[in-house]
């Protein structure tokens, strides 16, 4: 059995991590890292308190994504001196304890139990409890002194513990901005291609099609993003050609197979009731493939925040930075640092776009979850 599908579970889950987040409050770890010590002090609260993610719009990344508790991480780069992060830390806004978010989130989830006691709901309550897990996380990702401790008690002999270039929540924003951007372009392409090459007209052009998308992946992506810096330049958009190129093999591969699959009867019955090639295409075709369409869809968008890490060769930031120079420095705290923060992010991710197409897929098609 499901428990998430209990009335009442995940309500208590919440209410549980709400009591932990408060007692954690109260616990006071050493911080180690010298740069954070003379930008916080010696010791920090374990427990951090509620990080927002903000987005907006940006002319060279198009989407720009920060934190709201940013300034209050003392980050490494944005500032010259700790006075300034003091003075920084206190004119900062009141900020709220993770423990009480996590209590709204009780009370939000009892609600929603309540309010969908009378029917099956699929999409909404799932929804919103992953956007609280991201809170948490993206709480706990803003929390330097967290990982300086888990840090510290992995590699207790290691001189070097955080990442000094910049705070892991700032490169988790940059990592983020590389996964969105990237795939709903590829999504954007993907989803036509398969589309189109599956169309009477076009589907000459299916084996050429094919050939394309599965040289982006024969191709290794390090040498796409390498070609594509000389002739774009460096920063955030060969990253994104990369992305693109190594994430539509599996939509469009899906795609073609999905609308191949549907049944030649429903489609001749289609036609035998007067209904148009779009009107198919739209009302029968699409649903009934969205769940092969869908299942490549989420295949993409998670190979892409593992592969957005190498973007951080040619300059485009994300979680590819302390991995990298960890790597190129024998640093193994910073290489665990960005690939378990990349690796928080795929899970994620995939558990939404799991929840998205299984409330997309028609309900005859659906197997229970």
Do not use: C
């Amino acid at each position: 059995m499901n428990w998430t599908r209990v009335p009442g579970v995940a309500s208590l889950f919440w209410a549980a991590l709400a009591v932990v987040l408060f007692a954690l409050a109260t616990v006071s770890v050493p911080v180690t890292d010298p740069e954070l010590r003379e930008a916080i002090g010696e010791t920090a609260s374990f427990a951090p308190d509620t990080w927002l993610p903000v987005f907006s719009l940006s002319n060279r990344t198009v989407i720009d994504m920060r934190a709201t508790n940013d300034v209050r991480v003392l980050g490494f780069g944005l500032f010259d001196a700790a006075t300034d992060a003091r003075e920084a830390l206190e004119a900062d806004t009141v900020t709220v304890a993770l423990g009480w978010f996590a209590a709204f989130m009780a009370l939000l989830e009892a609600a929603l139990a309540w309010g969908f006691r009378q029917r099956e709901e699929k999409l909404v309550r799932p929804l919103v409890r992953a956007a609280g897990i991201f809170i948490v996380i993206w709480s706990f990702y803003g929390h330097e002194p967290f990982w300086d401790w888990m840090l510290r008690g992995l590699f207790p002999t290691s001189p070097d513990l955080l990442y000094n270039t910049n705070t892991l929540v700032s490169l988790a924003s940059q990592h983020l901005e590389l996964v969105i951007v990237s795939s709903i372009l590829t999504i954007s392409i993907g989803l036509t291609l398969g589309i189109a090459v599956t169309r009477s007209t076009l589907r000459e052009f299916l084996p050429l099609v094919s050939d394309v998308v599965n040289s982006g992946q024969t191709i290794p992506t390090l040498a796409i993003i390498a070609i594509m810096a000389p002739i774009i330049g460096f920063g955030f958009w060969p990253a994104i050609v990369a992305l693109i190129l190594y994430g539509l093999l599996p939509i469009v591969r899906n795609t073609i197979v999905g609308l191949e699959g549907v049944d030649p009867a429903m489609i001749d019955a289609a036609k035998g009731m007067g209904m148009t090639p779009a009107q198919i295409l739209w009302q029968i075709e699409i649903p009934n493939a969205s769940s092969i369409i869908l299942a490549g869809v989420r295949t993409s968008v998670v190979i892409n925040v593992g592969t957005a890490a190498l973007g951080a060769y040619v300059g485009s930031g994300g979680l590819g930075n302390p991995i990298a120079s960890g790597l190129n420095q024998s640093i193994n705290p910073w290489v665990l640092l960005g690939a378990l923060a990349a690796a928080l992010l795929a899970i994620l991710l995939d558990y939404i776009l799991g929840r998205v197409e299984y409330v997309m897929t028609p309900k005859g098609l659906q197997i229970e979850q």
